[in-house]
């Protein structure tokens, strides 16, 4: 089964929520019905990264590695980088 590590991007809220999965269209649609408490807090959650990754352990591993960084600007630089490849 393949994983996901993800990126979403809420307008309403201006902020971004880093997540993986192994469905990344269930997923965000959970985000933009209220599953996630944090993410419940807005409706118009949008897709702006994907990587994907073999199995769950190494895209835990990506998403933590994301998350401890705590850097909108290096979540806008992955975003970025993306749309230029």
């Avoid at 994907?50 to 806008?76: C, L, N």
């Amino acid at each position: 089964m393949i994983f996901f590590v993800y990126i979403i991007y809420s307008h309403l809220l201006d902020k971004f929520y880093v997540g993986y999965t192994s469905d990344l269209e269930k997923r965000l649609l959970d985000h933009n019905t209220g599953i996630s408490d944090f993410t419940s807090k807005a409706s118009d959650w949008d897709m702006k990264y994907t990587e994907s990754f073999p199995d769950r352990q190494h895209a835990m591993k990506r998403e933590k590695e994301i998350k401890k960084k705590k850097s909108r600007r290096y979540i806008e630089w992955i975003i970025t980088k993306q749309m230029k490849t």
